[in-house]
C-alpha cells in the first residue's frame, strides 16, 4: 500500500488511542531498522522516542526476531496452567537482575495490567484497601490502572475504582521547581497518618517519573519513601514499565539509589515491545503468603511463549551488547547536549535527563518561567514545534510545554548528535522569537 492508502483505511475502520478522531495525522510506517524507521515512500524519521519508550534495543534485530519465529515454529500457545521452558527461564533470568530478593514474577499483556495485579496482590496480602499514588504519574488505561493515573487523562474515567489517594512529589511545575526530599518526605508523612497508616496497602509510584516531565527524584527521595512504607507496613510498589530495563542506565530506576520494593511492575522494555509482555515482581514474603491462598488472578496469556522467547532474547541482546552501559555513555553526550540547549536557546526553561530517558522544558518568559503552554493544553508554538520535527524527519512526543528525547539505547554518537542538530533548528525557528523580554 501508499502510504496515503495505509492512512485512509486506518481511519476508517479503526480507532486511535487518546485523540478525537478527526485530528488523527498519522505516520505511516512501512519499515524500521536500529534508530530509523521508514515510510512507504521513503521518507525516514529518527526515531528520538523509541516509539512509545519502549523499543529499547532498537528496531528490527535480528536476534529477537529470530527467536520469536523460532518459538512459533516450536510452540506458539499453552495454557497458563501449563508450563514452558521459555517460561522457566525467563522467571530465573529476571530473578537474576532484578533489584534486591525478587525472584517470583507474575507475567501479564503489559504494563497497565502489571499495575493493576501489583495493587491486587497488595490489597490480598496486607488486608487493607487504600492505595497511594501520585498526582504527576502515569500508571495506564484500564480501569485501575487509570486511576492510579495522577495526570488529565484519569478525569473522563473518573469516579474509577475506589480506595485511591494521590499525592504530591518534590516537583511543583517549571514555575515553582523542586522542593528538599526532606519536606516531601514530611508532607506524605502527613497524609499517611490522616488517611490512617492500617487503611493504606501500598504507594505505588514511578521512580522516575515518565510521561508527566522525566522527574528524578532528589537524592534521598526514594530511600525515605521504602523507610515509611516499611515502618507503616505499606507496601512498595515501583513502577518502572517505562524506567526499566536500561532506560536510565541501570537495569531498573531504583538501582540508582539501591531501593529494593515490594513489587516491581515491568513491560516496555522487556521485550524491546516486539511483543506485548509485562510482569509484576514479588519479594519472598508476598510470594509465601500465597503458598496455602489463593491468587484471584489470571490472563489467558499469561507467560505466552512468544513474548516469554522475546524476552529471553531481548534480555540477551542488552547484555551481549552492553546496551546498560551504552545508555550510561550516551546518556552523558545526551546530558552535555541538553545542558548546550538551555545556555543557547531562550525558550528552554528547563532540561533534564538520566541516561537516555530526557525532557525539555520551553518557557515563553525566563524571568517568570511561565510554560509555552497551559497545562493540558498546546499553543500555537508548541504545534509549529512538532510540525518542524515531523518536517525534518526527526520523531518524538511533544506533550504541553515539553518534549521527550528517549532514543533506543543503540543510539550511536553520530545517530544522537543527527537529532540534537534537528532539535537546535527546530527551537531557533519556532519556539525561541516567542520568548518575551
Not at 486506518?10 to 512501512?30: C, S
Not at 496486607?126 to 492510579?148: E, P, V
Not at 532474547?313 to 545542558?339: F, H, K, P
Request: net charge negative; glycine share 10%.
Amino acid at each position: 500500500m501508499t502510504g496515503e492508502q495505509m492512512i485512509a483505511l486506518a481511519k476508517r475502520h479503526t480507532l486511535f488511542e487518546w485523540a478525537a478522531q478527526g485530528w488523527v495525522d498519522p505516520i505511516p510506517v512501512a519499515g524500521a531498522k536500529g534508530a530509523y524507521f521508514w515510510t512507504p515512500e521513503g521518507k525516514r524519521y529518527l526515531d528520538f522516542n523509541s516509539q512509545l519508550m519502549c523499543v529499547n534495543a532498537g528496531h528490527g534485530d535480528d536476534r529477537i526476531v529470530r527467536a520469536i519465529q523460532e518459538q512459533a515454529a516450536k510452540l506458539a500457545y499453552v495454557s497458563p496452567h501449563l508450563v514452558t521452558e521459555v517460561r522457566a527461564r525467563l522467571g530465573a533470568k529476571l530473578a537474576e537482575i532484578a533489584p534486591g530478593d525478587i525472584e517470583t514474577f507474575f507475567f501479564t499483556n503489559g504494563g497497565a495490567e502489571a499495575n493493576e495485579n501489583a495493587v491486587r496482590i497488595a490489597r490480598l496480602v496486607t488486608g487493607r484497601h487504600k492505595i497511594l499514588a501520585r498526582y504527576r504519574s502515569y500508571h495506564g488505561a484500564t480501569a485501575g490502572s487509570l486511576t492510579l493515573t495522577g495526570d488529565p487523562r484519569r478525569w473522563p474515567a473518573e469516579p474509577g475504582i475506589p480506595g485511591v489517594v494521590h499525592v504530591l512529589d518534590p516537583y511543583h511545575g517549571i514555575e515553582r521547581g523542586w522542593e528538599t526530599a526532606s519536606d516531601a518526605l514530611a508532607r506524605l508523612e502527613e497524609v499517611i497518618e490522616l488517611e490512617g497508616p492500617r487503611t493504606i496497602a501500598a504507594f505505588i509510584l514511578e521512580p522516575v517519573t515518565g510521561t508527566n516531565g522525566v522527574l528524578v527524584p532528589p537524592d534521598g527521595y526514594l530511600e525515605g519513601v521504602r523507610d515509611l512504607c516499611t515502618k507503616h507496613g505499606i507496601l512498595m510498589i515501583a513502577d518502572e514499565v517505562m524506567s526499566g530495563f536500561g532506560r536510565t542506565g541501570a537495569w531498573f530506576a531504583v538501582d540508582h539509589w539501591k531501593v529494593v520494593p515490594d513489587l516491581i511492575t515491568m513491560a516496555k522494555g522487556l521485550t524491546s515491545s516486539y511483543v506485548q509482555l509485562g510482569a509484576v515482581g514479588l519479594r519472598p514474603p508476598l510470594v509465601r503468603h500465597f503458598q496455602d491462598r489463593v491468587y484471584w488472578g489470571g490472563l489467558t496469556y499469561n507467560s505466552h511463549p512468544l513474548a516469554c522467547a522475546a524476552a529471553l532474547a531481548t534480555i540477551a541482546v542488552y547484555e551481549e551488547d552492553d546496551l546498560i552501559g551504552n545508555a550510561r555513555r550516551m546518556g552523558e553526550r545526551m546530558r552535555a547536549r541538553l545542558a548546550t540547549l538551555e545556555a543557547r536557546h531562550p525558550s528552554v526553561g528547563a532540561a533534564r535527563s538520566i541516561g537516555l530517558f530526557g525532557l525539555v522544558e520551553l518557557v515563553r518568559d525566563r524571568r517568570t518561567r511561565r510554560p509555552m503552554a497551559p497545562f493540558n493544553g498546546t499553543s500555537e508554538e508548541m504545534a509549529a514545534l512538532d510540525r518542524f520535527f515531523r518536517e525534518a524527519g526527526l520523531y518524538t512526543f511533544v506533550r504541553w510545554h515539553t518534549f521527550f528525547t528517549n532514543p533506543p539505547l543503540s543510539i550511536t554518537e553520530r545517530e544522537l548528535d543527527e537529532g540534537f542538530a534537528i532539535i537546535e533548528r527546530a527551537l531557533a525557528a519556532t519556539t525561541d522569537p516567542a520568548v518575551e523580554g
